[in-house]
T-cell receptor, first 113, second 114 residues
Framework: GENVEQHPSTLSVQEGDSAVIKCTYSDSASNYFPWYKQELGKRPQLIIDIRSNVGEKKDQRIAVTLNKTAKHFSLHITETQPEDSAVYFCAASILNRDDKIIFGKGTRLHILP | DTGVSQNPRHKITKRGQNVTFRCDPISEHNRLYWYRQTLGQGPEFLTYFQNEAQLEKSRLLSDRFSAERPKGSFSTLEIQRTEQGDSAMYLC????????????FGQGTRLTVV
């Protein structure tokens, strides 16, 4: 079955700097890659997603890149702000087949003042 | 509130007791997922449904766990003979399966086995 690895487990960056979180997946059939943000005591919420037919997607300060050959995808947050402090999870899914969503173990992002 | 709803929010039970959690998905979402999350970890897949059909159950899940979605709407997750290792947050998510790829999570049920 699908396995998603996520690195690093903890990341600290100065406010205003960029943060990058990386994930790899094992099943080459995976075609949908969402990223979720979970603040302390709250439910995970989708922040951005990408399908396998594109290599990059941006939404304001957040971008995701996908390398299908390497089975690797990354989350990029630019101009980080204190409210970006949270745990971020990557995930992989096969749309229109089993639709199961498998998550990575998460990255705790700390934005330092 | 038209989001995913889970009840109860918290459950404390003695070891060996049975517990049942409920998840009400977003209306018309035909996919429903159950996950377990422990501190510092990502959501661990337990099982999922398409309408009332249970499509897959994690091999990591013991026979003490069972889930149902009898009418393709709400779902229940039951844990029999609870153990301390079952203590975790149990998250439910739902997804349209057709138009929208986003999965929406409930706020979870925190189980503590004492």
């Amino acid at each position: 079955g699908e396995n998603v690895e996520q690195h690093p487990s903890t990341l600290s960056v100065q406010e205003g700097d960029s943060a990058v979180i990386k994930c790899t997946y094992s099943d080459s059939a995976s075609n949908y890659f969402p990223w979720y943000k979970q603040e302390l005591g709250k439910r995970p919420q989708l922040i951005i997603d990408i399908r396998s037919n594109v290599g990059e997607k941006k939404d304001q300060r957040i971008a995701v890149t996908l390398n299908k050959t390497a089975k690797h995808f990354s989350l990029h947050i630019t101009e980080t702000q204190p409210e970006d402090s949270a745990v971020y999870f990557c995930a992989a899914s096969i749309l229109n087949r089993d639709d199961k969503i498998i998550f990575g173990k998460g990255t705790r992002l700390h934005i330092l003042p | 509130d038209t989001g995913v709803s889970q009840n109860p929010r918290h459950k404390i039970t003695k070891r060996g007791q049975n517990v049942t959690f409920r998840c009400d998905p977003i209306s018309e979402h035909n996919r429903l997922y159950w996950y377990r999350q422990t501190l510092g970890q990502g959501p661990e897949f337990l099982t999922y449904f398409q309408n009332e059909a249970q499509l897959e159950k994690s091999r990591l899940l013991s026979d003490r766990f069972s889930a149902e979605r009898p009418k393709g709407s709400f779902s229940t997750l039951e844990i029999q003979r609870t153990e301390q290792g079952d203590s975790a947050m149990y998250l439910c998510a739902s997804r349209s399966g057709t138009k929208n790829t986003e999965a929406f999570f409930g706020q979870g049920t925190r189980l503590t086995v004492v």
